[in-house]
């Protein structure tokens, strides 16, 4: 046996694998979000006026300098009460995308490796959830559990993990055929190192992209709660809740009824537009 | 005579988002005069198939032919607008890939496949298409040529989904074809038949061809003239009888001499060593094990064999044989059904599950795809690793020195620690591969295909160093493959299987001595030869009937009964044949007796090693 040591052909050239440019419609969408979260940490401190305090006698006012955006039902300051609402309406929606991605991903993920009846009893089982009309659980939930912050975060979460499972699980399924996984098993790796190390990480572009749309469905059914009267309750207020107190003001064309629905609108665009230009998706 | 493809100066370079161009072809020039068949030879990333398809005047997504002419019949193919190539595509020029698998629409029948550009084009009505087929269907050697077209393509095999792809190439007689590496994905008993049928139709309607392929055995059988291309460019054009014979340029040599590795030297016979792994009576398959202990699809059948510490048996047979299921049985991924493992004198127990740590570590398998096998999102520092913290508790410090040893030992540079799978390329994948089950400090390494996806020249450096790596580490290997000069190289020992059950067994030069058991004989002969003239000389017969039967008429027959030339009727497929020793030391497992087999060796093949 010769001790030459032999190495790759030299014309065999290591490459590195070139960042994707993000797409113009991507940055858009980071700026629009990039926006809102930091709004939603800063804005109650940023408002040019307290947010629940009267200052127009007459209500429905419209866009003058210092109350840009008008005034509300009440004469409150809209552009500080959506600044304030931010927060009440970014902040319980990203909790409940958490917890629902969270719950519903690790179910996924063990019934992708693990597999057999515990996959299927899983699956059935998420079927049965996804069946009932999510507003619907939600007025039920929030009628039999009272209205409170954590009451909505939990039910909107409830109502978003078999959505996340069954993206994790489909995901999941072709990630755990594969023979770097096979290997692990072989090795004699546990589930949760399969799950966390070889599975989950084959995962994250394509989990991130759907965790932003779940997002987006949080904020939009918990401004659907709010709308109903059924969401965050007064004197807070989430942009959902702006848009019902604010309806009449359609009649008087008074930009308080626009506004807080513009603000839901770039928000839930911008997210969209971000994950869908997610660089790199497949790494 | 005017050639009817001439090609100068061809440049074709990818193109990425920002417009750097990155030259894939570089100022390759030939031509092809009609009646005559080039092939272009070279490994994977040589461009050959680049070159190929622009001569349908087509170049790649990303791909843009920055210079020269390609010339069809005296018609410039650069910059025709997409209307006149469309009318050239399937009628002038037609092009036979590399998978007919994927090129046929699994949910259509095949004959209005076949007929569809033919018919599309106008050049013949429906009937006189299908009855143009079905002649062709006859001349390429199908099966019944005339309801064969009803079928859908998951209703035939491998090999005859290629003839039909070529059926369908060839219907519009197109003054061109470019086969594209069509027999490279087939066994080596089917590509024999395919080649044969290509060869007669090709000669029989005086077809102009391009033949693309990485393999010069085959390019020997079928080319008049053969093209050496190297990183996308020329390296030697000549007639392909020259070119074999006496190559002239030091590429060519290096093509043909990693073609057909050389054997490793005989090394002290299995007796003298203890064995490493024992496995006996071994039946194994898929599904749930039904009453008589037999699993629902059974695959491997009564299996029996040894490895010596230190040595390397090769498995070999036809895609189907049962080989990867039994490294999946040895490894604990499939419970056997019966029959037992043994490592070192202690039965291992059936599941992965049930096995201590230990006995996981001493056998590694090393999978064929190493694309599929290195996680993509880890680093190769994290890949090799894991099983140095998982079987030897290495961390930090003492973990990335053994990282460093191992890629030295797989010859790998330390600078691809922090790299991931995707940055390397496919022999360094492999490599890295082999490095991770040697992270375990395994004695049995269960190299499943390991070569299969590589280019010639580095599928021979990665057999090189596992034979290193054998004598440095005293490692043994159950080596699976279909390629008979691959297990010729490497192993010690072989075993031939058959729809899972052993046909021959014995050390390595039972393979290049006669008399064999008639499959093995069947897959050595198979092998092209590096000479032209080759498939003209072979028994007109041989390898017709090459399609693997999984069904018996009797429990008891030969599974090879079906496709074998010598069988005994009323004998082979009635009675389980006896394994019987060969004075040349093999076991096999036939009716025939050693005089009868040594007496029909010569009739029955002609082509002889």
């Not at chain 2, 010729?488 to 050390?507: F, H, K, N, S, T």
């Amino acid at each position: 046996m010769s001790s030459t040591v032999e190495r790759e052909p030299a014309h065999v050239v290591i490459k590195r694998p070139r960042r994707m440019p993000i797409p113009l419609l991507g940055w858009v969408g980071i700026v629009v979000v990039a926006f809102w979260l930091i709004m939603a940490v800063f804005g109650p401190m940023l408002t040019p006026h307290p947010a629940g305090e009267v200052i127009d006698p007459d209500g429905f006012g419209p866009m003058v300098p210092g109350m840009w955006l008008g005034s509300d039902v009440l004469g409150r300051d809209v552009l500080s009460r959506i600044m304030a609402g931010a927060q009440t309406t970014v902040g319980p929606a990203i909790a409940a995308t958490l917890l629902a991605v969270f719950i519903g991903g690790t179910l996924a993920l063990a019934a992708a490796a693990v597999g057999g009846w515990i996959d299927t009893a899983l699956s059935r089982t998420m079927d049965a959830v996804i069946s009932v009309p999510s507003l619907l659980f939600g007025l039920v939930a929030v009628a039999a559990l009272g209205v409170s912050v954590p009451v909505l975060i939990c039910t909107a979460g409830v109502i978003y993990v078999p959505g996340a499972f069954r993206i994790w699980r489909s995901l999941a399924v072709n990630v755990n055929a594969m023979d770097y996984v096979s290997v692990a098993r072989e090795r004699g790796e546990g589930m949760p190192y399969i799950m966390r190390r070889e599975i989950l990480p084959n995962l994250l572009g394509p989990v991130l992209a759907d965790c932003g749309l779940r997002f987006v469905f949080a904020v939009l059914l918990l401004s659907s709660l709010s709308f109903l009267g059924l969401g965050i309750q007064p004197p807070d207020a989430d942009w959902g809740s702006m848009v019902r107190e604010n309806l009449p003001g359609l009649i008087y064309g008074a930009p308080a009824a626009i506004f807080p629905a513009a603000a839901l609108a770039t928000l839930t665009i911008g997210v969209n537009l971000l994950v869908d230009n997610l660089p790199g998706r497949e790494r | 005579m005017r050639p009817l493809v001439e090609v100068s100066g061809l440049h074709i370079a990818a193109v990425d988002g920002r417009g750097a161009q990155t030259p894939i072809v570089k100022d390759v020039s030939f031509d092809i005069a009609p009646g005559e068949v080039l092939a272009l030879i070279g490994q994977s990333g040589s461009g050959k198939t680049t070159i190929a398809l622009s001569l349908m005047g087509y170049a790649r997504d990303g791909t843009r032919i920055t210079g020269g002419s390609v010339k069809l019949d005296g018609t410039e193919l650069r910059g025709l607008p997409a209307r006149a190539l469309q009318q050239l595509h399937g009628r002038d020029v037609a092009y036979v890939p590399q998978s007919a698998a994927a090129s046929f629409n699994p949910s259509r029948r095949l004959m209005p496949q076949v007929i569809e550009s033919a018919v599309v084009h106008g050049l013949m009505t429906r009937r006189e298409a299908e009855a143009k087929a079905i002649a062709l269907f006859a001349e390429l050697a199908l099966p019944d040529p005339a309801n064969v077209g009803n079928r859908y393509p998951h209703q035939v095999s491998g090999g005859q989904l290629q003839r039909l792809i070529a059926a369908m190439a060839l219907l519009t007689s197109p003054r061109l074809v470019i086969f594209d590496e069509p027999t490279t994905a087939l066994d080596v008993t089917t590509q024999i038949g395919v080649l044969r049928a290509f060869k007669r139709v090709v000669r029989e309607h005086g077809v102009t061809a391009l033949y693309v392929s990485h393999d010069l055995a085959v390019v020997a059988q079928i080319a008049d003239r053969i093209l050496v291309l190297n990183q996308g460019e020329m390296q030697e054009i000549g007639e392909a009888e020259r070119l074999i014979s006496a190559p002239s340029h030091a590429y060519t040599r290096s093509l043909m001499a990693a073609a057909r590795p050389p054997e490793r030297n005989e090394r002290p016979a299995a007796e003298e060593r203890k064995p490493l792994l024992q496995v006996s009576a071994l039946t194994a398959g898929y599904g749930r094990i039904g009453t008589n202990g037999m699993p629902l699809i059974p695959v491997l059948h009564d299996i029996s064999f040894t490895v010596p510490a230190g040595h390397t048996l090769g498995i070999v047979g036809e895609s189907g044989s049962g080989k990867s299921t039994l490294a999946r049985v040895i490894a604990g991924l499939l419970p056997q059904a019966k029959g037992t493992v043994t490592l070192d004198g202690a039965t291992l127990p059936p599941s992965l599950a049930r096995r201590t740590r230990d006995q996981l570590r001493q056998i590694q398998f090393v999978h064929q795809m190493a694309d599929t096998a290195l996680n993509p999102s880890h680093t190769v520092a994290e890949i090799l690793g894991r099983p140095l913290t998982f079987f030897g508790g290495l961390r930090g410090r003492a973990r990335d020195r053994a990282v460093a040893e191992l890629l030295d030992m797989v010859r790998l540079p330390a600078a691809v620690m922090h790299q991931r799978p995707a940055s390397l390329s496919g022999g360094q994948k492999q490599r890295a591969n082999l490095a991770r089950a040697l992270a375990a400090r395994p004695r049995l390494l269960l190299c499943d295909e390991v070569t299969s996806a590589l280019d010639s020249v580095v599928g021979a450096a990665v057999l090189k160093l596992l034979a290193e790596l054998q004598s440095e580490l005293g490692l043994s290997y159950v080596f699976i493959s279909h390629d008979i000069s691959t297990v010729r190289a490497i192993c010690d020992q072989v075993m031939v299987l058959y729809a899972g059950q052993m046909m021959e067994r014995g050390v390595r030069r039972v393979l290049s001595s006669t008399p064999r058991h008639p499959y093995s004989d069947l897959l050595v002969n198979s092998v092209p030869e590096l000479r032209t003239g080759w498939l003209d000389e072979i028994e007109p017969a041989f390898g017709l009937e090459s399609e693997v039967t999984t069904t018996f008429p009797n429990a008891r027959a030969c599974a090879f009964f079906p496709r074998c030339s010598v069988h005994i009727p009323g004998r082979c497929e009635r009675d389980t044949p006896p394994i019987q020793h060969l004075s040349k030391g093999a076991d096999i497992r036939c009716h025939r007796s050693e005089n009868e087999l040594r007496a029909l060796a010569g009739t029955a093949v002609a082509a002889e090693v």
